[in-house]
């Protein structure tokens, strides 16, 4: 089973910047494309970034395209979500997330493995 691991969030003012970490273990993360979704207390969690297991292909929501990039490193094991010009909105949980197979997908019911999430707050 693929254990998610996400780190990097923490407070920061809007405009600001912050990467997001994944790293990933188990046997059955091999061929795995990964995403990253946001979800605020009382919101449904919602797409944020994918990106497949070359990393060749890579999806953004509409809503953090040109903000937001995201990156792997498969010999690390890891998934990077670089968020610059954050704004108040960007508050949320930010989850990590595997789907057994190397195609990324947006809807959030087609992963399979979900980290434990990480805290991003942004202050105006």
């Known amino acids: 089973q693929v254990h998610l691991v996400e780190s990097g969030g923490g407070l920061v003012q809007a405009g600001d910047s912050l990467r997001l970490s994944c790293t990933a273990s188990?046997?059955?993360?091999?061929?795995?494309?990964m995403g990253w979704f946001r979800q605020a207390p009382g919101k449904e969690r919602e797409f944020v970034a994918a990106?497949?297991?070359?990393?060749?292909?890579?999806s953004i929501a509409a809503s953090v395209k040109g903000r937001f990039t995201i990156s792997r490193d498969n010999a690390k094991n890891t998934v990077y979500l670089q968020m610059n010009s954050l704004k108040p909105e960007d508050t949320a949980v930010y989850h990590c997330?595997?789907?057994?197979?190397?195609?990324?997908?947006?809807?959030?019911?087609?992963?399979?493995?979900w980290g434990q999430g990480t805290q991003v707050t942004v202050s105006s």
């Open positions: 188990g046997p059955t993360y091999s061929n795995s494309a």
């Open positions: 990106i497949s297991w070359s990393g060749a292909t890579t």
């Open positions: 997330a595997a789907r057994r197979g190397p195609a990324l997908g947006i809807r959030k019911d087609s992963y399979d493995y």
